[in-house]
Every structure is written in C-alpha cells, then in structure tokens.
C-alpha cells in the first residue's frame, strides 16, 4: 500500500517543527543556565564584598567585654532573623520570589544601595510579612464592628497596603537618594579633578571620597564604596561602576562613568576635561534652579492672594468703612 503524497509532505513537516521544537529547548535551557550561572556568580562576588566589609568592620571594633555580655540575647533573636533572611534569598529565583521582587523592585533596591541578594531576600520577606501580619491585624480590630462583604473587603485592602508599604517606603528613600545624585554630582567632579591634579590614582582618589568626605557626599561616597568593595572582591573596574551609571538613569552620571573608566583603562590628564564637565554641571544647575525660583514664584502669588491681600484690604479700606459707620449711626440719632 503506497502513501499519499500529501500525507508525506506532512509528517515531514511534522518531524521537522519538532527537531525545531527540540532545538529551541535545548537554547532556552542553556540560555537560562547561562542567566543562572551569571546570577549565583553575582551573589557570592556580592557575599563576598559583604564578608570582606564586615570582616574590616569587626577589626575595627573593640571592647571584648561589650560582645561578650550581648552574645547571648542577639544569638537567639540574630538566629532567628538570619534564618528568616536565608529563606527570602531561597526564595527570590522562585516564581513567587520573582512575582513578589521584580525587576523595578530591583532597580528600587540597588537605588537605595542595597545590591546583594541578603537586602533582597528581606525585602521579600518584609513584603510576605506585611501581606500576613497587617489583615490579621485588621481583621482582629474590626472584627467586631464590621460584618459581611465589608469586613471581606478590608481584609483585602490591608493585605494589599501590606503588600506595598515596603515599597512605598524604599520609592521614597530612592527618590531622595536620586535628588542627592542630581545635587552632589558637581562636587563629585571638582574633589576629582583636584585629587586628579594633585597625583593621585583613580583608586587613591575614589578612596580618598570614601573615607574623607562622607559628610559632603552622603550618597555618592556610599555608592563609591560599594564600588571598591566590588572591585576589591574581584570585578573589574567597569563592571563595579556598572551599576552606579545604570542605577540613577542620570546622563551626567553616565558620563562621568564612562570618564572614569576610560582614565583607568588608558590613563591621561582628565582635569581639563574635568573642568570643562563641572562648568557644564553648574550652569545645568543654575538653569534648574531659575527654574524652581519661577515655579516657586508663581505658587507664592496664590499664597499672597490668600494672605496679604485681606490684611492689606483691612489696612487701607478699614478707617474709611469704619468713619462710615459712625456717620450712618450718628445720623439715625
């Protein structure tokens, strides 16, 4: 019995969308091991700065006694917090994890400075106990006065406002910090052209930010910091500074990024082009600032519509209306 043609031309087609079938797989499961892989590495070089800066911090520590009489209550309750925070990291590259701590979460996370995924699983954890603890909390304060579709109802929406407290909260803290950006980064350029100009190395003078000028820059020397620890546990010079331009979607950062690793990579004089960037920043500066002062400017003339024109009113109109009255009522008299 011979077949179709057709029936031929078919299961050949058949056979074929499934050895592309096949194929396609077997890419997305290599392309997902690749991810996989890039991620785990990401972590422990993020452990490992952390390890690294916890190390120096307990050196630089002393008082023996003091550890030794707070040993035992933060034992039990540090136990109990490290197990929950191991349980988020477990979590994060689980569906669930992934729903709950999203890409924009991520970026939130890292705006705020937080980049290893110890920050990150407690942020999950955080975002898990509000959803649980804030309805049975509300549930137990309404549950006697509220009933029915009602009660059903605000248990839901103080589930959903403990699912989004956490995130309201770092919203408003990387809102800040992006503002601390946008308002450092001229000084940022000045402190290095002058540790430029006077010898230094772009190591020495990223170093020189973190440890003596804190105070001035209260972001970016953060965020300089975690920098070095990057590059001290391993990653190359770009990639530590990686984060820092894409983080703030800020162009100028971007720039000064690019500077930055260009001058490692091939060295040179920077100063010049330097100052040629900070005048750059401070007239962008200038022109925001202009424009504040006009909006603040427009928003006052509402405030003294409000305030100052009664009292002038009152100032100015008052004796007159009050001669008129006087005269109206020695009239009827």
């Not at 197990?83 to 709950?100: A, M, S």
């Not at 605000?154 to 308002?183: E, F």
Request: with cysteine; aromatic share 4%.
């Amino acid at each position: 019995m011979t077949m179709q043609p057709n029936y031929l031309i078919a299961l050949a087609l058949g056979l074929v969308a499934l050895a592309s079938l096949l194929i396609a797989g077997l890419l997305i499961v290599r392309i997902a091991a690749a991810r996989r892989s890039d991620r785990m590495l990401m972590q422990a070089l993020d452990e490992r700065a952390l390890q690294n800066a916890v190390a120096a911090a307990a050196r630089g520590t002393d008082g023996a006694q003091g550890k030794q009489s707070t040993s035992a209550p933060a034992s039990g309750m540090g136990g109990v917090f490290e197990r929950f925070v191991h349980t988020g990291v477990r979590w994060l590259d689980t569906p669930i994890g992934r729903h709950i701590v999203a890409e924009e979460d991520r970026r939130l996370l890292e705006q705020c400075g937080f980049v290893d995924a110890r920050t990150r699983g407690l942020f999950l954890i955080a975002r898990i106990a509000g959803a649980i603890v804030l309805p049975l909390l509300v549930g137990t304060i309404a549950s006697g006065r509220i009933d029915g579709q009602r009660y059903v109802m605000l248990v839901v929406v103080a589930m959903v406002c403990g699912v989004m407290i956490p995130k309201v909260v770092l919203s408003r803290r990387a809102a800040a910090r992006r503002r601390g950006v946008v308002d450092e980064l001229p000084m940022l350029v000045d402190l290095l052209r002058l540790l430029q100009g006077v010898g230094l190395s772009l190591d020495q003078s990223l170093q020189v930010m973190v440890n003596d000028f804190r105070g001035i820059l209260p972001v970016l020397s953060s965020e300089l910091e975690i920098a070095q620890r990057q590059f001290a546990a391993g990653r190359t010079r770009e990639q530590s500074l990686h984060r820092l331009a894409s983080s703030y979607e800020n162009e100028d950062m971007q720039a000064v990024v690019r500077l930055l690793i260009q001058v490692d990579r091939h060295g040179g004089a920077v100063q010049e082009p330097l100052k040629q960037f900070g005048d750059r920043l401070r007239e962008t500066r200038r022109a925001m600032l202009r424009e504040r002062i006009g909006r603040m400017t427009v928003k006052m003339t509402g405030v003294m519509i409000l305030t100052l024109l009664p009292a002038l009113m009152i100032v100015t109109a008052g004796p007159g209306v009050l001669s008129v009255s006087h005269s109206l009522k020695a009239m009827k008299r």
